[in-house]
């Protein structure tokens, strides 16, 4: 990992992101990020406060980054299943396409601390429960125009596309072909009845 040529933060952040995304949280000790970054010890706590606070802040910058970004957009003039359906075919294609196949680092990261890290556990839990709550309020929509039966679990359907996003962005550290990852995705969202309509995969060109 090259360092920067000079402590800048935001590249800092950038270069802790990458980091921790690559190989996870506890594998980077203070010691460590603070030789990645070219900088002491001491000048690692004066600019970050501690591990955990430098993590909150490179987890925020990455939820900024993330392709689930889109969920917390203005959707109300858009089809719900264009939106899922994009949103999925986004996540297999960006992560297949990553040389390092490292997964979502949010995903990474829950699976590492959420019921080990007392601090950053109940942080992590909360970006779930932020996407759930997006979820539910784009289903919702769906519901409310007509275009979801208005019989539509919400709550039930929110958590299977949440559980879906988890495990498409853990296989794709497995499955490396966008192709795979589509029709994983695919068969799921047929069963939640949120696929558009025109997006199966032998029209998508996808390796």
């Known amino acids: 990992m090259a360092r ?8 800092a952040l950038d270069v802790v992101m990458n980091q921790i995304w690559q190989t996870g949280y506890r594998n980077n000790s203070v010691k460590s990020l603070a030789e990645v970054l070219g900088i002491t010890r001491s000048s690692f706590y004066n600019a970050f406060g501690s591990q955990e606070q430098l993590f909150k802040e490179v987890l925020a910058r990455y939820t900024r980054v993330s392709p689930d970004r889109v969920l917390a957009h ?3 003039n858009k089809l719900v299943r264009g939106v899922i359906t994009e949103f999925f ?12 196949w490292r997964g979502c680092m949010a995903v990474n990261a829950i699976s590492e601390l959420c019921s080990s890290h007392p601090e950053l556990g109940p942080v992590l839990a909360e970006v779930i429960f932020g996407s759930l709550e997006r979820l539910e309020r ?25 559980t879906l996003m988890i495990g498409i962005n853990t296989l794709s550290k497995v499955v490396h072909s966008e192709r795979s990852l589509w029709l994983a995705c695919e068969a799921t969202l047929k069963g939640l009845d949120l696929l558009e309509k025109g997006r199966q995969a032998s029209e998508c060109k996808m390796a």
């Open 89 to 100: 075919q986004d996540i297999c294609r960006l992560r297949a396409r990553d040389p390092e």
């Open 138 to 162: 784009l289903l919702k929509l769906g519901v409310e125009t007509g275009e979801l039966p208005k019989d539509y679990d919400i709550r039930s359907n929110a958590l299977a596309v949440q």
């Open 4 to 11: 920067p040529s000079k402590f800048d933060r935001e590249d």
């Open 74 to 76: 203005d959707n109300s």
